[in-house]
């Protein structure tokens, strides 16, 4: 496993976001608000946003140099001493700034790896981890020899160390399909463990990072499944037997959507998915009280369709209700209104989701025996289609 160091001091960061023809201003905004998130995540502290308007991207330093100046002027008063990019950086180009701004720069996909990085535990996630990094550095090591050979701890540090560094790229590959095979060895286990499971009916929650999947896993199961209020708090998948009213189903709690996640990202944690590829229900946690809930759907819902896995009955559970309702109704409202507007949300999303809506607030377990009456008529309904023969589970 590529070493996992501490951050040796406090790394004060400025994020750089690129308004451009395939990103509105509003757009950008709205991801640096998920980048600080981010990089408060992984440590860091979040001094201040950069934007710049270009028509797309300068293909060597990625700004103009008008706005590189800028950037180097402000971090060298104010002590800054990491810049995260919101886009994808070519290496060349992280050279190219980093020698511009005289500070170390990563991107968004090196900054949520990094993440991942931190939160591995299992074997599994690990080699997960370690395999989507170097196929992170593999397409970067031309341009990239400057920066890695860079020494120090920090966010964006947790890579290849000094002596892999000076590697070609041919033992680069030989890594990656080292890890490829011992990533397959673990899949044949997890594979073979899925199978002993029996016959059950199999749900597993999804949706976008942080929406509060892991919280209503502890609720559902009664268990105690790590749970906080940061990104990614969830790697490795956890599965759970939950029995409503002597019927029987496995819940899993499987890794959050984000938008942005990168491919290889993607492709390396496909084994952990296997865990949404193969249940028989989706429940689609949605933190309702964020601002670009809607996006955030859009996202979850995209990546599931990539991964294979949106071909299965969904229930669209609406999380944070109590939150929703704080941000959304003034004091002064009458109550008959804001039963109105939440008989309007209501109604709308049983429209959309085809009555596969219910609203909840995980933290006031609001709604909570609703949640529960929901997913045990769909569980049994799956067992009358699956599995005719176990009446005693329906």
């Known amino acids: 496993m590529l070493e996992n160091k501490k951050i040796a001091e406090e ?22 608000t998920e980048l600080a998130f981010l990089a408060e ?12 308007k270009l028509p797309k991207p300068d293909s060597k330093t990625f700004l103009g140099k008008g706005k590189l100046e800028e950037i180097r002027t402000y971090v060298t008063a104010k002590g800054i001493n990491l810049a995260i990019f919101d886009d994808e950086l070519t290496g060349s180009q992280i050279i190219n700034i980093e020698k511009a701004i005289g500070i170390k720069v990563i991107d968004r996909s090196d900054l949520i790896l990094d993440i991942f990085a931190r939160r591995a535990k299992t074997a599994q996630a690990k080699v997960q981890v370690e395999l989507a990094q170097y196929q992170y550095l593999l397409p970067r090591l031309k341009g990239m020899w400057q920066h890695l050979e860079r020494q120090g701890a920090g966010i964006g540090s947790r890579g290849p160390g000094e002596t892999e560094i000076e590697t070609d790229r041919r033992i680069v590959k030989d890594k990656i399909s080292l890890l490829k095979k011992r990533l397959a060895d673990i899949d044949k286990q997890s594979f073979t463990q899925r199978k002993e499971r029996g016959v059950y009916i199999r749900v597993a929650l999804v949706g976008y990072t942080n929406v509060g999947k892991s919280t209503l896993m502890n609720i559902i199961t009664k268990a105690d499944v790590f749970a906080e209020n940061k990104l990614f708090a969830t790697l490795d ?14 819940l899993s709690d499987t890794v959050g959507f984000i938008r942005k996640l990168p491919h290889h990202l993607v492709e390396s ?22 601002p670009a809930y809607e996006d955030q759907m859009g996202v979850v819902i995209k990546t599931l369709q990539d991964i294979k896995a949106f071909d299965k009955p969904v229930l669209t559970i609406f999380n944070k209700m109590d939150v929703y309702e704080k941000n959304t109704f003034d004091e002064w409202l009458d109550d008959s ?3 109105e507007m ?25 709604n909570i025996d609703e949640l529960r009456e929901t997913i045990l008529k769909k569980v049994r309904t799956l067992y009358e289609k699956q599995y005719p023969y176990l009446t005693d589970f329906y």
């Open 237 to 250: 998948t956890t599965t759970r037997k939950v029995v409503y009213e002597q019927t029987p189903f496995l």
């Open 41 to 52: 995540t992984a440590g860091a502290v979040v001094d201040k946003n950069f934007i710049q």
């Open 11 to 32: 790394e004060r960061a400025i994020l750089v976001g690129l308004v451009h023809h395939r990103q509105t201003e509003i757009m950008v905004n709205e991801y640096l």
């Open 269 to 290: 944690f496909k084994s952990t998915l296997d865990e949404v590829r193969e249940a028989d229900c989706l429940l689609h946690v949605v933190d309702i009280s964020h």
């Open 342 to 366: 939440l008989l309007d949300l209501n109604e709308r999303w049983q429209l959309a989701t085809e009555n596969n809506a219910v609203f909840v607030s995980a933290t006031e377990r609001r």
């Open 337 to 339: 209104v804001k039963q």
